[in-house]
């Protein structure tokens, strides 16, 4: 749509939005207290489902397991997809809400852990949903399909291929754009776009050293592979600082170090996890190998029994924002939120929606949503004490529902009408 056009649009929806915000807070409230771990958002899925039965959309369910696609046809024009993950995290919540979730299930390893949103897909779920229904009940403002694909296990890295494996890209229309959208720590009621990366690849390792057990007492009969990790641990430290180039960006944790059951036992094994952030495919393919390099040679140096073994966790693609169509969509939300819509810096956090671009062959686009009480952003930015605030992912992590709620709703909707003319 042109620019004019645009406003028109959503000066229309606006009204529209505002009296469907007591439902849309309602059904984010119900999805928060009810989170689902990656692959297994069965619930999550039926309520998205059975919605965009009821906004008249052909549906389908079960692609990838849990993935729901949902295909509004309303005349000739562009083919427009947004998306929504739906899973959530083995994290304890401690918000404090009143709608915190206190749900409990058994991860992968079949450990018992706590389940929650403190990523914010529950919000991303909501905002699909209310638009569903926005444009299908407004149908005479616009012409094309839309395409709502609510999508399993963004958070392993696993969600967006299952469903492409599962035959998505021939049983659905090829869009002529894939729009998404995450909420983020920033100011509520802003957003943020940005041409190009936006957010970073991400590569996730398991590595288990091999040792040779034994007594506490006698270490020299035994490899010790605590202290293998220990040393291994810190000289994996030593690749961003010491081998990639300084203006390249790049990070790498060693989130986990695995090894023993007790104080006078050497373990047989230990096992590190660590999760590798880049730019730039030269950079990851380079950590990639140093990472084994130094991981063999720490075995070696202590003269482990064998070599240490490698298994992948998960794979996140570059996600990087076609320019034209960001220009498109940079110009849809100065016409929408003026100032309130800015260009913002790449983030390290890593995301499989472009996936979906990236088999199709189309462009896409990847924003941000600010999900931060405006008061305390404003005052933490003041004081420089942004990184107080906990982000997504932490225990605490909790977006203030309005203004979030229905500034991702005219994010969403305004991006998707610069297309649907």
């Avoid at 403002?141 to 609510?150: C, D, E």
């Amino acid at each position: 749509m042109e620019i004019s056009k645009i406003k028109a649009f959503n000066a229309t929806m606006d009204s529209f939005i505002e009296q469907l915000l007591p439902e849309l807070e309602e059904i984010y409230k119900d999805l928060h207290q009810n989170p689902e771990l990656s692959m297994e958002e069965f619930r999550t899925a039926k309520i998205a489902a059975d919605y965009l039965t009821q906004c008249q959309f052909e549906v389908s369910t079960g692609i990838g397991i849990t993935g729901v696609v949902g295909v509004l046809r309303n005349g000739k024009g562009p083919v427009v997809m947004l998306r929504a993950d739906m899973d959530a995290l083995p994290v304890t919540e401690n918000t404090g809400l009143p709608y915190a979730s206190t749900k409990i299930a058994r991860d992968e390893e079949g450990v018992e852990v706590g389940v929650s949103h403190v990523c914010g897909h529950d919000l991303h779920v909501t905002w699909l949903m209310g638009i569903a229904r926005l444009f299908s009940e407004h149908k005479e403002l616009w012409k094309g399909t839309l395409m709502a694909v609510f999508q399993p296990g963004e958070e392993v890295g696993r969600g967006a291929q299952s469903m492409v494996d599962d035959g998505m890209l021939e049983r659905f229309p090829k869009p002529d754009i894939i729009l998404g959208q995450h909420v983020m720590v920033g100011e509520a009621g802003t957003v943020g776009y940005r041409s190009g990366a936006i957010l970073a690849a991400g590569n996730s390792l398991k590595v288990k050293l091999f040792g040779r057990g034994g007594h506490g007492s006698q270490p020299q009969t035994t490899v010790d592979p605590v202290v293998m990790a220990a040393a291994t641990t810190l000289r994996l430290q030593t690749i961003v600082s010491r081998e990639v180039a300084p203006i390249e960006n790049a990070v790498l944790t060693v989130g986990a170090l695995q090894a023993g059951t007790k104080e006078n036992i050497i373990p047989e094994d230990a096992t590190l996890k660590l999760n590798i952030r880049t730019f730039d495919e030269g950079v990851k393919n380079q950590i990639l190998s140093a990472v084994k390099r130094i991981c063999c040679a720490e075995c070696a140096a202590s003269n482990a029994p064998r070599e240490p073994e490698f298994t992948e966790l998960s794979s996140y693609p570059l996600t990087e924002n076609d320019a034209l169509a960001t220009a498109r969509v940079a110009g849809a939300f100065e016409a929408q939120f003026g100032d309130k819509s800015y260009e913002t810096k790449p983030a390290s956090g890593s995301e499989d929606f472009s996936v979906f671009g990236r088999n199709w062959h189309v462009p896409y686009v990847f924003w941000f949503v600010g999900g931060t009480d405006p008061v305390l952003y404003l005052e933490a930015k003041k004081n420089n004490q942004l990184n107080a605030i906990p982000s997504n992912h932490s225990p605490m992590f909790a977006p203030v529902i309005h203004p979030t709620l229905k500034t991702g709703l005219q994010a969403m909707m305004t991006a998707a009408a610069a297309w649907l003319n």
